[in-house]
């Protein structure tokens, strides 16, 4: 109630302003408003003291002013509905509206105004969305109530409802007049998953109505407002061909429809295993729609209700938090650096040079790739090519961009003439070679030697000390770990790793230098396996441990798929590389103690003799085919069954799906603790952000911290010492968890 007086005394003002200056140029605070000759009003969207524009209470109260401004105006014929701002239209609603809400009543309050508004907008005069960058969320459901559509072919143009990803739906009539406008089988797909669309394919499925240059962009808006004002334009978007036929079967029958809503459901459910609400939800809500009709009140409710619902799970509480921790991550910590790097040096061009090679070239930086051997740099160039070619069957990049990112990499081999000089440019080098320390060490020597004096170094290792590695650095302070998970292109984390003499500078250019290449990215200290990996260890170490207790591979594997993880922990050993798995455990053994080797190491060591090192091999655990599923290896069970012999133990019987779980859980989630403690990592943010992107905690969980939040330190503790008692020390909660317990206290106490 009070949200509704709020937004109704401002509306009143705001129309007030507006209403004394209607025919000239005026402008509001947020929102600009001039007619142009021929009666077409051009608004401007350009939220005060931001880079980006997102729809909050104030913009959209100005917003209401202008339009009835605009009605009521005898001059204005038809608007064009634009961005002040270089590459966003409208990027989504503000999110702090939503976490703000305590009930789903007040979730509501929100959905529903919004209906009255963007219903006003798309009733009388003409209205023409010119659409420049991204135009997201709430800013694509503005556009979707304009009569007419226009988007600029820029690369930064991007639309689509990303709602789902925080857990909840577009509320602010998304889930009606999408699929009224593009049909429910082209918006299913794009509400379920909150995918992007680029503009040429937003025309295909209608919709947008136009594409044009960024420069033309507002003339073509303006052309499209006139013709629809005096009846000369007319928009047909009508189905044609096979396509009319599909639509009429699948979205015009009772029997159709059904068939595409049980489709949409088992899709979801095979991918999340239900654990997302949102997405079920958002079915059910276009369900109800399409019975009573999309954009009527019914729809409207089912919307709003469902909205109010989700909002308040703690699904979507947790992927907020999500998004907030991923956006305090793209705030650089240690400032802007002061050099920009036109150039980077790849050093070795095998399955992480190549990645981190692809991630540079394609953000506009120049590369050296340099690989000592000429097959090892073909290798490495055809990995980039065969890359960006996928990339240009989806569309997602023209044969032009393609080539011309290509263009930029220079691949270098020693048997080069004059390869030393490629170098003397180079701003930045990145290592990825093999991971051997004299190696290493030699060609730190080797670069410094070549490169200019501002040249950071920065090294890939993903078990050398950094600290050891910088004792062959003549430039320590430029001396730095720069950590990327495999595939580079796929992976979203980095992790940066100083040693105690990297300067601060080094760190920020080594920041934005990820940012640039789109990833997330995360400092944390110089300890073996650094933070990912080393709390990857005791997880790992556990689910060996549950395969000795009795558990079978696909059991275990089920349970923390259904758990909410990507895949499961035997999958992911196999994906690894079982001989590298165990060798990043032998490396973790002298800093973890007990946390590790706590399962029998003898199991896998004796799978590596057989040479079953997971899918490189073909075989590991698993028995991956040419072609089909995957299967458990036959020859593994029986190890496995011989192996628990010669322990002789016996089961402790702690192997139901909640309890392989919660072994595993505890123990990741016990070593994020002990890093926070041991500042290992600067803040539980980091830990949840870290462990989201780079081993795909479940993110409806919101990450190890939230979770013991959610669960609260206590109970968290006193499951540890249960299972402590039960199986080992390696169980022993850090000190942090039990002080949290004692307090009371929480991570995020904001939450
Ligand atoms: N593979 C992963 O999952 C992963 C993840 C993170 C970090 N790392 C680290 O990244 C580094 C590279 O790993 P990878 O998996 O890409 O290995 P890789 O074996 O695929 O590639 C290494 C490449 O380095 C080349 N090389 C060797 N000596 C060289 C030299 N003197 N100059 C130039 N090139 C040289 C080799 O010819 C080869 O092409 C290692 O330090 C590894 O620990 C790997």
């Given amino acids: 109630m ?3 007086v709020f937004a109704q005394r401002r509306l009143l003002g705001a129309t007030a302003r507006f209403s004394r200056a209607a025919s000239s140029a005026t402008s509001g605070k947020n929102v600009r408003y001039e007619i142009e000759d021929d009666g077409i009003a051009i608004v401007t969207f350009d939220l005060q003291g931001t880079k980006v524009n997102t729809l909050n209470m104030d913009l959209a109260d100005e917003f209401k002013g202008v339009m009835s401004t605009l009605e009521s105006d005898p001059k204005v014929r038809a608007a064009v509905i634009m961005s002040g701002k270089e590459d966003n239209f409208i990027a989504g609603a503000d999110i702090n509206m939503f976490t703000k809400c ?4 007040e979730m509501e309050n929100l959905s529903r105004p919004s209906h009255a508004m963007f219903d006003q907008l798309a009733s009388g005069k003409p209205k023409v969305a010119a659409i420049n960058g991204s135009c997201l969320g709430g800013g694509l459901e503005l556009a979707l109530a304009c009569h007419y559509r226009v988007a600029s072919s820029s690369p930064k143009t991007v639309l689509g409802l990303p709602e789902v990803m925080l857990g909840i739906l577009p509320g602010a ?7 009224a406008l593009i049909g429910l089988q082209n918006a299913m797909p794009l509400m379920l998953t909150g995918k992007n669309v680029k503009p040429s394919k937003a025309k295909r499925m209608k919709l947008v109505d136009n594409v044009a240059d960024p420069s033309a962009l507002k003339h073509a808006a303006v052309l499209a407002a006139k013709g629809l004002a005096d009846g000369t334009l007319k928009v047909d978007r009508e189905p044609k061909g096979v396509q009319k036929l599909i639509n009429k079967v699948i979205e015009g029958t009772e029997f159709g429809r059904n068939f595409a809503f049980k489709k949409a459901r088992d899709m979801v459910m095979k991918q999340t295993k239900g654990v997302y609400p949102a997405p079920l939800k958002i079915i059910d809500v276009l369900e109800t729609s399409a019975k009573h009709g999309f954009c009527s009140k ?3 409710e089912a919307e709003a209700k469902a909205f109010g619902e989700l909002g308040m799970t703690p699904e979507s509480r947790a992927l907020v938090s999500i998004y907030f921790g991923q956006t305090a991550c793209k705030k650089n910590p240690y400032g802007k650096p002061k050099r920009k790097e036109n150039t980077v040096g790849v050093l070795g061009a095998g399955l992480m040079g190549a990645g981190i090679a692809e991630v540079t ?8 790739l340099k690989d000592a051997k000429p097959e090892g740099l073909a290798r490495g160039l055809d990995q980039i090519y065969k890359n960006l070619n996928k990339k240009t069957k989806k569309r997602r990049m023209t044969t032009f961009e393609r080539d011309q990112t290509m263009s930029r990499i220079v691949g270098l081999t020693d048997s080069d003439a004059n390869w030393q000089k490629h170098f003397s440019h180079a701003d930045m080098i990145i290592e990825a070679v093999f991971e051997n320390l004299e190696l290493k060490h030699k060609i730190i020597k080797q670069f410094e030697a070549i490169t200019p004096a501002h040249c950071v170094f920065a090294t890939n290792t993903s078990a050398i000390p950094i600290t050891k590695l910088a004792e062959a650095s003549s430039r320590p302070e430029q001396f730095i770990g720069m950590h990327y998970f495999s595939p580079v292109d796929k992976m979203p984390l980095l992790e940066i790793i100083r ?10 250019r080594a920041y934005d230098m990820g940012l640039k290449q789109g990833k997330t990215v995360i400092v944390v200290k110089d300890v073996p396996g650094f933070y990912v990996n080393r709390c990857l260890g005791p997880y790992s170490d556990e689910a060996m441990a549950v395969l000795l207790d009795g558990a079978s591979i696909e059991e275990i594997d089920r349970a923390m798929v259904k758990y909410g993880y990507p895949v499961g922990p035997m999958t992911l050993v196999d994906e690894v590389g079982i001989d590298t798995a165990a060798s990043v455990g032998k490396t973790l053994q002298g800093d973890l103690g007990e946390r590790i080797g706590t399962a029998d190491p003898e199991l896998l060591e004796k799978v590596v003799a057989k040479g079953f090192l997971g899918r490189k091999t073909g075989k590991g655990l698993h028995i991956f085919p040419p072609r089909g599923k995957k299967t458990v290896n ?3 069970v029986e190890m496995i069954e011989e192996q628990r012999k010669l322990r002789g133990k016996p089961s402790s019987g702690l192997t139901s799906v909640e309890d392989i779980q919660m072994r595993l859980v505890s123990r990741f989630v016990n070593e994020t603790a002990l890093c926070l403690q041991h500042d290992i990592i600067g803040s539980p943010v980091v830990g949840d952000i870290g462990a989201v992107f780079g081993i795909g905690f479940p993110p409806f969980r919101g990450g190890p911290f939230r979770l013991v939040d959610a669960f609260g330190a206590d109970k968290f503790v006193d499951m540890m010492l249960r299972y402590r008692d039960a199986l080992g020390p390696q169980f022993e909660p850090a000190q942090i968890l039990k002080d949290y317990a004692k307090q009371n206290r929480k991570f995020h106490p904001e939450a």
Avoid at 102 to 105: F, I, R
């Fill in 2 to 4: 009070m949200l509704r």
């Fill in 173 to 179: 009539g998304g889930t009606q007049r999408l699929p």
């Fill in 499 to 508: 040693h105690p003499g990297t300067s601060d500078e080094t760190t920020a």
């Fill in 102 to 105: 305590k009930t789903a009543e």
């Fill in 634 to 636: 036959p020859e593994v």
């Fill in 361 to 368: 070239m394609t953000k506009g930086v120049d590369i050296l």
């Fill in 298 to 300: 019914a729809g409207y």
